[in-house]
């Protein structure tokens, strides 16, 4: 992934994300981390089209972000809360996307969404809706809908955060298991053994600034004090 | 509370208030008699009728009208949102029957000339409800569209729905969920409320029944037989309010 960040300013009350620049290359799974408050996932949101900053440039392969709905059309996005809509059966909750947005057929449809649900081992509920199934299989067909259409670059922001730790180890497993699935992955997360088990590159937010960043070994060598605190705390 | 504790339950409910109904009608010194009415028999129907059409027209009126408050309170202009909130801060102390002379004798006569025969009356005193009830009707859009997370609308922006297929396939199917019930309510409240019309002489089941009272001088047996009026037209109204919350629940 070819990921280029120019004067990047963001504010909505206060301000988030002040003047960052950042560029990097080849990595193919990165890993935003940082306490609560830092900006990580406003980064996440915007590095994935979903929000206009206030100011600022995201270039992401060669590919103007901001504004850009082609670019939306090629990114896949998991929420914190699943957030499918709670309506809708796991399956219909992709093959309406499928059908209404990417112009597929029924049959068409229905078949990227029993084998993404069954990728994500969802085979027997795909027709439940959210409410009547456990937060890890919401989350995973939360997984198997941003999976359905065929995006390049897939982004989690904190997809476990409201999961207890079995459930937690359930989603991200199936995470993993897309590790040779080609895509590319942008994703906020607390937990650091998914981190060193699934990034290749980290990058650590504080106070809406990248603070630090590096290969996956940094989270055993932090540098700045902050770093160091952040780790303590999280291990 | 499964099945058959609901159904004990309500049903000792109901005993409960039969015999305070009972005790009440036994300790009455007074004949109870409904034989004064037997003349207005043939008119309690379409008068119901009348109470039901205006009811049904207002329920429809003050839906449009609140969901254009609704639009406007989330309108980028803050003149919009202001005007809403002055207006619903003037309702909300304003007596309905009170909302209905004013707009009868003083507003509807400044925009429309000619609204002081009887029928231009009548239309002024349900533009009258319809205006009251605008506000509750806007709390209920926005309750209900307050459902749909903002992370709900970005997906459907990631994703690429437009405005239409946000609407038909994903947001109206949620907000109708959440919609029948207060909907239902308020609708009850608006049935209430039409008696209020009676002042403006519209022909509904208060003014046939009040008029009456008014002749044959029976006037706690009218005001039992109206109370049965609108609870036949309410109860089962509020049981499909149930029903329906209970059968589109997410």
């Known amino acids: 992934m070819r990921l280029i960040i120019e004067h990047l300013k963001h504010e909505y009350d206060v301000q988030v994300l002040n003047n960052l620049n950042f560029s990097l290359d080849k990595y193919k799974s990165i890993a935003i981390i940082g306490v609560s408050g830092s900006g990580k996932s406003t980064l996440i949101r915007l590095l994935s089209g979903m929000e206009k900053p206030t100011s600022g440039n995201i270039t992401i392969n060669g590919v103007e972000v901001i504004g850009n709905e082609d670019y939306k059309k090629k990114v896949g996005f998991v929420f914190q809360n699943h957030n499918l809509f709670p309506h809708l059966t796991l399956k219909k909750n992709i093959t309406l996307v499928l059908e209404k947005t990417r112009g597929k057929t029924k049959e068409e449809a229905e078949s990227i969404a029993m084998s993404r649900l069954e990728q994500m081992h969802l085979a027997d509920q795909v027709n439940k809706i959210p409410k009547n199934v456990s937060g890890g299989q919401a989350q995973r067909a939360s997984i198997a809908r941003a999976l359905s259409v065929d995006p390049e670059i897939i982004f989690l922001d904190e997809p476990t955060a409201s999961l207890d730790p079995i459930l937690t180890n359930e989603v991200l497993t199936a995470v993993e298991e897309l590790r040779d699935s080609g895509k590319e992955f942008i994703f906020v997360t607390h937990v650091m053994s998914f981190v060193k088990d699934f990034a290749d590159y980290v990058i650590y937010m504080h106070e809406g600034q990248i603070h630090e960043h590096g290969l996956p070994e940094m989270l055993d060598k932090p540098k700045t004090e902050e770093f160091k605190k952040f780790m303590s705390q999280v291990r | ?250």
């Open chain 2, 1 to 250: 509370m499964n099945k058959q504790e609901k159904v004990i339950n309500y049903s000792l409910a109901l005993l409960t208030f039969f015999a305070l109904i009972l005790f009440v009608v036994l300790r009455q010194t007074q004949n109870f008699t409904l034989e004064p009415f037997e003349n207005i028999l043939p008119k309690i129907l379409p008068s119901l009728g009348r109470t039901l059409f205006v009811s049904i027209l207002s329920l429809f009126g003050s839906m449009i009208i609140g969901f254009i408050f609704y639009l406007m309170s989330k309108s980028k202009v803050k003149y919009f949102r202001a005007l809403v909130d002055v207006f619903t801060e003037i309702i909300y102390g304003t007596p309905l029957l009170v909302m209905i002379i004013v707009m009868a004798f003083v507003i509807g006569p400044a925009f429309m000339s000619g609204s002081n025969s009887q029928a231009g009356l009548h239309r002024l005193g349900i533009i009258g409800i319809i205006i009251y009830m605008s506000p509750y009707m806007h709390n209920v859009f926005k309750a209900a569209f307050s459902s749909i997370s903002e992370e709900q609308y970005m997906a459907m922006d990631l994703f690429g729905f437009t405005s239409y297929q946000k609407y038909r396939y994903i947001i109206v199917p949620q907000v109708i969920r959440i919609l029948m019930p207060p909907l239902m309510n308020n609708f009850s409240l608006i049935i209430k409320g039409s008696a209020l019309l009676h002042v403006l002489s519209y022909p509904e089941i208060y003014q046939l029944i009040y008029s009456e009272t008014l002749r044959n001088f029976f006037f706690i047996e009218g005001f039992i037989l109206l109370w049965a009026m609108y609870l036949i037209i309410t109860i089962p109204l509020s049981a499909l309010a149930k029903f329906a919350g209970m059968m589109l629940e997410i």
